[in-house]
């Protein structure tokens, strides 16, 4: 939603350059403060800084711009619902690379989350323009790149505090678009109370609180529960659209979105007869941390 008002005024680039310096910004003096008191390792060792900068590209960067382009075609509720596919090339791609084993259950979900987009697509596949489908193709494309950061987080990121990975990965996220910025920044309308509205809920809220407000389920109530979080992008970012931006929500995105939502609930949710502590719920836990709370909108 915040995205959809932020690019009245400004670009992809530089919104989600506004938002992740705000976040980094907020979470590296969180993690400064919380590491005097415990005496923890500082934040950017050198042995660290190549993976947190490709960390910060493929899980910020590039799937924040790409989303912040696609908003100005495509409706914030149908981006929510297109956003679960995150999950689903969580799950191919940690079989692939990682070596994951692929069950029955999840291969059957994943199937659904590709038949949930076909659905909501079905009818109007013929009144799409080029605009729109290019939309559509970014969103799958920032969703891939949130399956491919939640595998090298995975495979690269061991013995490393999350909050600290959040903090620099985010930070460092934001210096890679700078040049984007500076090219492409109107600074006209950054004295807009709109716009500025939009930028410090996505910096402060969606990016800076939500991964604090994750890290806190987590710690509290573990990660399979924290996991759960996945299920309410599509809902809220749904109704959101339809009560702040009047869109229209039809059959087809309600139907649409539940078999996504199963589609999610069949990879994430295990069968009780499963041990819990099994890697894929590892892999899950990293992607969510990394992504999830910070919604994009």
């Known amino acids: 939603m915040f995205l959809r008002i932020g690019s009245e005024f400004a670009s992809g680039p530089v919104m989600t350059f506004i938002r992740l310096f705000i976040g980094g910004l ?21 042995r660290n800084l190549k993976k947190f900068i490709i960390i910060g590209l493929i899980n910020s960067a590039i799937p ?83 399956g491919v950061a939640a595998v ?13 990975t959040a903090s620099a990965s985010v930070l460092l996220g934001s210096v890679a678009l700078f040049p984007m910025f500076v090219i492409q920044a109107d600074f006209n309308s950054f004295i807009n109370l709109k716009f500025i509205f939009a930028m410090l809920a996505l910096g402060v809220c969606c990016t800076g609180i939500a991964y604090l407000c994750y890290f806190r389920l987590i710690q509290n109530v573990g990660a399979n529960f924290a996991i759960m979080t996945a299920f309410l992008i599509p809902i809220f970012g749904t109704i959101n659209g339809v009560i702040f931006l009047g869109e229209h929500l039809n059959f087809e995105k309600i139907i649409g979105g539940m078999i996504i939502l199963f589609g999610m609930w069949c990879i994430i949710i295990k069968p009780k007869n499963v041990d819990s502590k099994s890697d894929k719920n590892d892999i899950l836990r990293n992607f969510y941390v990394k992504h999830n709370t910070k919604s994009s909108f």
Do not use: H
């Open 26 to 46: 907020m979470l590296i003096v969180i993690y400064e403060y919380r590491s005097r008191k415990s005496l923890n390792n500082k934040i950017f060792e050198l």
């Open 152 to 164: 090298y987080t995975k495979a690269k990121i061991k013995g490393i505090d999350p909050l600290a």
């Open 64 to 146: 924040f711009t790409l989303f912040a382009i696609a908003v100005k075609s495509l409706e914030t509720s149908i981006i929510s619902i297109l956003n679960g596919l995150s999950v689903l090339f969580t799950f191919v791609l940690s079989a692939i690379f990682l070596k994951e084993k692929l069950t029955i259950r999840a291969i059957f979900g994943f199937i659904c989350g590709i038949f949930g987009v076909f659905v909501i697509y079905a009818k109007s596949l013929n009144s799409l323009d080029y605009s729109q489908i290019a939309a559509i193709l970014l969103i799958v494309l920032a969703t891939f790149c949130y």
